[in-house]
């Protein structure tokens, strides 16, 4: 039997497969995997030198972020959730950091990853990010998975000691 489709119509399964995955994922699902995928491409372009800079600029903006006093005096932003100011505070801080320890040179790349060592690298780093996203993020916003994964207090210590795990098994190439 042979199904016949109308222009603009689109048929039952279809929809009911977009109205399950419509309730099924939820937001932070999709930061996670936005982050995971940026991460991974960040390690294989831009970053394939800078990866352990790049996990010293997320744990210092998540410390300076998180030792930030509140924004609620500032003009003009006490407008804005205390939350978004923080993660916007939290980007910005990483990318000023990243630049400057780029530049510096104190961490010369003495460990490069290569290969596979790259994609667990680009994963640690990814978790970390969450991680310290995660502080931000109410906990009744967050789905089960997610937080089970990274916000967890054990999942979280696991993510934080996660890049200083993988630089003293993974020793990549020494430059």
Not at 34 to 41: L, N, R
Not at 75 to 104: C, H, M, S, W
């Amino acid at each position: 039997m042979r199904v016949r489709y109308t222009v603009g119509v689109m048929p039952d399964s279809i929809l009911s497969t977009i109205n399950y995955l419509q309730s099924t994922l939820v937001w932070d699902a999709l930061v996670v995997a936005v982050i995971f995928t940026g991460s991974i491409i960040f390690a294989f372009t831009l970053g394939r030198n800078s990866i352990i800079v790049s996990f010293v600029a997320v744990v210092f903006a998540g410390l300076v972020t998180q030792l930030l006093p509140s924004m609620s005096a500032v003009p003009y932003l006490d407008a804005y959730p205390e939350d978004q100011i923080k993660i916007g505070i939290f980007v910005l801080a990483t990318i000023i950091f990243g630049i400057i320890f780029r530049r510096n040179r104190f961490f010369e790349p003495f460990i490069v990853p290569t290969g596979f060592e790259r994609i667990i690298f680009a994963c640690a780093l990814a978790g970390l990010v969450v991680v310290m996203l995660g502080s931000f993020w109410t906990a009744n916003d967050v789905s089960p998975y997610v937080d089970l994964i990274f916000l967890n207090p054990i999942a979280r210590l696991a993510w934080l000691i996660a890049p200083v795990a993988m630089m003293a098994i993974f020793r990549g190439d020494n430059v």
